[in-house]
C-alpha cells in the first residue's frame, strides 16, 4: 500500500514534535508492507514570513491531493500583534475549512504511570478516558459577519455563534456512533440556558436519540461540563460540543493526563483526507531546544493509521510502545524527567512492536 503525506511543521515546536512523529511513521511503515512518500509545505507565522500568507493555495491543494496532512502547531509572539491584518492562526482555520474537516475528535486517556504528574488526587484520575468530539467548521470561528465596524465614531467587534442544522447533524452522528462503539454515553455540552444555537444542538440531538437505542444521552451546561471534568472526570465517555467550547474544555482535560503535550487530535470530513496535530500550540517558551514532548504527535500518527489508512494494528502497535516507555519511567521535562525530544522518540521507536 502507498500513502503520501504532506506535512505542515509549522512554527515553534511544531517542526521538532513532526520530525519526531515523521520517524515513528517510517518505522511502522518498514513493518507494514506501507510505502510513504512527502511532502513538506509552510503553514502559520513561517509562511506568512517566506510567502505573505499564512496558507497558500498550493499548500491548501497539496493537502486536498494528499492521502492524509500532519500537522505541528502555528503562531508566536513574532506575529502577536493584535492590529496585524493577517495572524498564523487564520492558516489553520483556512486549512481546516478547506478540507471540510468538520470533526476534531480528541481522546483524553490517563496513564496509570502519570497520575503523579497531575495536579488531580489519584482516585479521581482512575478509570479515565473520554473521547471529546470537538465541532471544527462553524461557530463563533467561522460564523459571518465577522469583524471590525466604525458607527458614529465607535468601533464594534463582531463575531457570529452561527450553525446550520447540517452541521449539526453530521457532528453528532459521527458521536453517536463513537459512543455506540465505546460504553455507550454520550454528552453534549452546550450553553441552551441563553444560547439559540445551543437549543438546535439540543433539539436535533434529542431526536437523533431514537436512532440510537444503544446510546444513552445526557447534556451538560458547559459551565457545569467544565467543572465535572475536574470533579468527575471518569463520567464521561464520549463528548460532543461546539468549536469554542470544545477548544477550551480540552486544555483543561489535558490536565487530566498530566501535560499537553500528551493529546493528539484527528480532524475528519468526508470524502477528505485527514488532518492530524497535537492540540497543543507552538510552545513559543520552549522552542528551538529539543526539549518539547513529542508524544502528542506520536499519539496523532497513530490516529492517523486508524483512521485514514485502516491500520489498526499500527495504531496499536504506536500506542502500545507509547504506553510502555511511559510504564517504564521514560519522562519529558513537561512530565517532570529529563528526556530531550529525540530520546523520548528513540524510547517508542526501541518499544515498537508488531
Ligand atoms: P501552547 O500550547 O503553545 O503552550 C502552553 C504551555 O504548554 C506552554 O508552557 C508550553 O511550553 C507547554 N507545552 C505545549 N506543548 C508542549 C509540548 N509538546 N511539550 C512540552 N510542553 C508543551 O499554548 P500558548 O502558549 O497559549 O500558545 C502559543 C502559540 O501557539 C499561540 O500563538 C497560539 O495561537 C498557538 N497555538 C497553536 C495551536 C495549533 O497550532 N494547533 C494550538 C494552540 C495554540
Ligand atoms: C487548537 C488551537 C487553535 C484553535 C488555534 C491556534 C486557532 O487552539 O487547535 O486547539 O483554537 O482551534
Ligand atoms: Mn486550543
Known amino acids: 500500500m502507498h500513502k503520501h503525506i504532506v506535512l505542515l511543521p509549522g512554527d515553534g515546536i511544531g517542526p521538532e514534535v513532526v520530525s519526531a512523529a515523521k520517524r515513528i511513521l517510517d518505522a511502522v511503515a518498514g513493518r507494514l508492507n506501507l ?59 483556512a486549512l481546516r475549512k478547506g478540507l471540510g474537516v468538520f470533526a476534531n475528535l480528541r481522546p483524553v486517556r490517563v496513564y496509570p504511570t502519570l497520575v503523579d504528574a497531575s495536579p ?23 460564523g459571518q459577519p465577522k469583524g471590525r465596524f466604525e458607527e458614529n465614531g465607535r468601533v464594534r467587534a463582531v463575531d457570529t455563534l452561527e450553525y446550520w442544522d447540517y452541521e449539526i447533524e453530521r457532528i453528532l452522528d459521527l458521536s453517536f456512533q463513537l459512543a455506540q462503539s465505546r460504553r455507550g454515553k454520550l454528552t453534549l455540552v452546550d450553553k441552551a440556558n441563553v444560547l439559540e444555537s445551543s437549543r438546535l444542538w439540543r433539539q436535533i440531538a434529542t431526536d437523533m436519540a431514537s436512532r440510537y437505542p444503544q446510546v444513552t444521552l445526557e447534556t451538560v ?50 470524502a477528505t483526507p485527514g488532518l492530524y496535530e497535537p492540540i497543543h500550540g507552538s510552545a513559543p517558551d520552549i522552542a ?67
Open 35 to 93: 510505502t510513504l512518500t512527502y511532502e513538506e509545505h509552510l503553514i502559520g507565522g513561517c509562511a506568512m514570513d517566506a510567502q505573505g500568507t499564512a496558507l497558500s493555495q498550493d499548500t491548501l491543494h497539496a493537502c486536498q491531493r494528499a492521502d492524509a496532512v500532519l500537522l505541528g502547531a502555528v503562531g508566536g509572539p513574532k506575529w502577536d500583534d493584535p492590529a496585524a491584518p493577517v495572524r498564523p492562526e487564520q492558516g489553520l482555520l
Open 120 to 142: 488531580l488526587r489519584a482516585e479521581k484520575l482512575q478509570g479515565v478516558d473520554l473521547l471529546v468530539v470537538r465541532e471544527l467548521t462553524g461557530g463563533l470561528y467561522f
Open 221 to 270: 451546561l458547559v459551565d457545569t461540563a467544565a467543572m465535572r471534568l475536574v470533579s468527575q472526570p471518569a463520567a464521561f465517555d464520549v463528548i460532543v460540543t461546539e468549536n469554542m467550547f470544545g477548544d477550551i474544555l480540552t486544555d483543561e482535560a489535558a490536565v487530566l493526563s498530566g501535560s499537553m503535550g500528551l493529546l493528539p487530535s484527528a480532524s475528519l470530513g468526508k
Open 288 to 354: 528551538g531546544q529539543g526539549i518539547a514532548n513529542p508524544l502528542g504527535t506520536i499519539l496523532s500518527v497513530a490516529m492517523m493509521l486508524r483512521y485514514s489508512f485502516q491500520l489498526e494494528q499500527g495504531a496499536r502497535a504506536v500506542e502500545q510502545a507509547v504506553e510502555r516507555a511511559l510504564a517504564e519511567g521514560c519522562r519529558t521535562r513537561d512530565l517532570g524527567g529529563s528526556l530531550t525530544t529525540a530520546e523520548m522518540t528513540d524510547a517508542v521507536l526501541q518499544r515498537l512492536a508488531f
